[in-house]
């Protein structure tokens, strides 16, 4: 995934370098503003009792007691998530679901089932 932040600018760039055009600049630095917002913009923070999950201009609160349960995944489907190896969060209503990937798994786990101890746990 990070091959993706930093070929695709380089190679743009280059093209603008050797091949100078107004409209290539421009679309190049449209593409790296947007790569630039979904690499920093994409985190999750759990505040009080919610789960808020920011990917870019995404944002979706999720209400941990609603949280049903959690599993490793390496579900490659388009996520808010900055990394492959994933954890799949399943909630209510109408079971849903979202794939992220914070930095420090085991310590998200921890906090979310302090907060809602019948989250289950799978693998």
Do not use: W
Not at 4 to 13: A, E, K, Q
Not at 52 to 80: D, E, F, H, M, T
Not at 89 to 114: G, M, N, Y
Request: aromatic residues 8%.
């Amino acid at each position: 995934m990070a091959f993706i932040f930093i070929l695709v600018p380089i190679s743009m760039l280059y093209g603008v370098i050797t091949e100078p055009s107004a409209v290539l600049l421009l679309v190049t630095a449209f593409i790296i503003v947007l790569l630039c917002i979904l690499f920093f913009g994409t985190k999750y923070v759990i505040k009080a009792d919610e789960l808020i999950v920011y990917g870019g201009i995404y944002k979706k609160r999720i209400p941990i007691k609603q949280i049903r349960s959690l599993r490793p995944s390496k579900n490659p489907l388009s996520a808010p998530a900055m990394s492959i190896d994933r954890i799949e969060i399943t909630f209510d209503p109408h079971i849903q679901v979202i794939l992220i990937s914070p930095k420090e798994k085991e310590l998200f786990v921890k906090k979310l089932l302090e907060i809602n101890p019948n989250i289950t746990l799978k693998s």
